[in-house]
């Protein structure tokens, strides 16, 4: 009787296991100021990977591969839900999140400040006498005062 | 071997490449909860691998249930991160719903202020925000509208977040109004959804667009509970909406200036400004005999109207000539593939249409077993025969 049970479980472990897609990368509840993402799962068939900011997967983006492993670059600050799907298998649903970066490069030049974006959200440079707005990438000139940089 | 490769390039393009001084995360939301605690970890980078002193505060209005975890911070050139804590102790009660701000501000300060000297230069802070929603009383939604355009004929998708502000759950339901030239021409309602508070979801609205192409406009109402929340959006159906018609030339001699007239239609529902077209002509050996760009015109919508082209034509033998045309306006441009036959004269130019268009036939795929099935299978019986066997044995 107990050789019938253990025998069950394996079966049942093993109907699990080959009717399953393993997600490797990004992790589950995962949080990244990375805005390129590199989605890694165990298989070798073709398959479409789903991918949606809201977890009902009512606008996902579906990109079809061949591979497992698949890039998406440019995504926004966000919650994301994915999963992996073949003709036969499905794979679990994960999530992760895209958390802001402020961050800036600088440099001095004839006493004025060269500040340059390079996190992953726009900013709002702010000194005693006003405030700009920095877009992704963009560099502005400044004086020599003293600034604040936030997430705009 | 193939992914080994692949893997390897993409890491190496995701690695970081700059100097930068940072913050993460530039912001964190919460929703308001009686006397919550949330402690929010902040990582504070020296990727320009500079010595540095940093002072850290709270300001804005909710920086009395804020405690951080250190009020400095000491960098020195081999040091990339460092990472700090605070940590939000709410209120049992907030007055005011809607949105309230803090932040956390990691400054430099200067050596003089650190106590070790002179410091040359701007000195800058970088702030991670804090955002606390207060949930408004009773039932509040707050929505959006996002449009996933098409050519005539296809599918239009109007996606619809709606993201549920207020203390109580709700029923809604979402409609899109369809705008042309602000006469509704379609009016389109989602099924009813259950969105509790706090909550984010989505209506995803579908139209097929059997209209002209052109520039139309969208409103999207979701309605709860006898209120309404609304959100509006322009968007195209189709890309380019000037098509050019016939090109011709009228009383040519060789020798002399040709005037071409292009007939193009506005086969949108919206005025074109600043259209024009370019004609570039190549002879059969390949070289360039003509650049030539036309006047630019406003164009009503179903209007057609002439543009007109000049060209020099001194040195210019008889003959076939082949290029294309350009229609161009607002940043946008379309291109037709032309041929000119240059006589003594007369000028023919035809516009080369679309050769062909091949339809595949699927072929239905045979019948296929995975050997994964054929596995289960094997084992399936294996069981069936064990739990027999162990039957009779008894």
Do not use: C
Not at chain 1, 66 to 72: A, E, R
Not at chain 2, 52 to 68: A, H, P, Q, R, W
Not at chain 2, 186 to 208: A, G, L, M, N, Y
Not at chain 2, 243 to 262: H, P
Request: proline fraction near 3%; charged fraction near 25%; charge should be negative.
């Amino acid at each position: 009787m107990k050789t019938i049970i253990i025998s069950g479980i394996v079966l049942f472990l093993i109907i699990i296991v080959f009717n399953n897609i393993y997600l490797i990368n990004p992790k589950n509840n995962e949080e990244t100021t990375e805005t390129d993402i590199l989605f890694r799962w165990i298989g070798n068939e073709e398959y479409e990977l789903y991918l949606d900011n809201n977890k009902d997967f009512t606008s996902p983006t579906i990109t079809e591969t061949d591979n497992n492993l698949v890039l998406i670059r440019n995504l926004s600050i966000d919650e994301y839900y994915w999963f992996v799907k073949s003709e036969n298998k499905k794979s679990l649903v994960r999530k992760f999140t895209i958390i802001s970066l402020v961050s800036i490069n600088r440099s001095f030049e004839n006493n004025s400040l060269r500040i340059r974006n390079t996190g992953n959200v726009d900013l709002n440079v702010s000194s005693i006498i006003g405030f700009t707005i920095l877009p992704l990438e963009k560099t502005i000139v400044l004086g020599s005062e003293n600034i604040i940089i936030r997430q705009k | 071997m193939k992914n080994k490769l692949i893997i390897g390039i993409v890491i190496l393009l995701l690695l970081p490449i700059v100097n930068a001084l940072g913050i993460a995360p530039g912001r964190t939301t919460l929703n308001f909860e009686s006397n919550l605690e949330k402690i929010v970890t902040v990582r504070v980078i020296n990727n320009e691998n500079k010595n540095f002193n940093s002072i850290i505060y709270v300001s804005g209005e909710l920086k009395d249930y804020i405690t951080i975890s250190t009020d400095s911070l000491s960098f020195n050139e081999n040091e990339n991160e460092k990472t700090f804590t605070y940590t939000v102790s709410l209120p049992e009660k907030l007055s005011e719903p809607g949105l309230h701000k803090s932040e956390v501000i990691v400054r430099e300060v200067s050596i003089d202020e650190s106590g070790e000297g002179l410091n040359i230069g701007a000195l800058v802070a970088v702030a991670t925000q804090l955002y606390v929603h207060v949930p408004f009383p009773g039932k509040f939604l707050k929505i959006q509208l996002q449009v996933k355009e098409a050519k005539p004929g296809e599918i239009v998708k109007f996606f619809i977040p709606v993201t549920s502000l207020g203390e109580e759950d709700t029923t809604a339901k979402a409609r899109i109004h369809i705008y042309d030239n602000n006469k509704q021409i379609v009016r389109i309602e989602s099924i009813e959804k259950i969105i509790k508070t706090k909550e984010r979801t989505e209506f995803v609205i579908d139209w097929k667009a059997d209209v002209r192409p052109g520039t139309y406009r969208a409103v999207a109402v979701v309605e709860y509970d006898g209120k309404t929340a609304s959100a509006e959006s322009q968007f195209l159906v189709g890309d380019f909406f000037l098509k050019v018609l016939d090109i011709s030339v009228k009383d040519f001699t060789l020798g002399e200036i040709a005037k071409f007239s292009i007939l193009v239609e506005n086969i949108g529902n919206t005025l074109i400004i600043e259209a024009f077209s370019e004609i570039i002509l190549n002879s059969l050996e390949g070289k360039r005999v003509a650049d030539l760009k036309s006047n630019s015109i406003d164009i009503e919508a179903v209007e057609k109207k002439e543009m007109e082209v000049f060209w020099d034509t001194e040195n210019i033998e008889t003959g076939e000539y082949t290029g294309k045309i350009i229609l161009s306006y607002d940043n946008k441009f379309s291109e037709r593939q032309i041929r000119t036959i240059v006589e003594d004269n007369a000028i023919r130019t035809e516009i080369i249409g679309i050769t062909g268009l091949v339809i595949g036939t699927e072929t239905p795929s045979p019948l296929k077993i995975k050997p994964i099935y054929i596995f289960i299978a094997v084992l399936v019986l294996m069981n069936v025969a064990w739990f027999i066997y162990f039957k009779r044995r008894k």
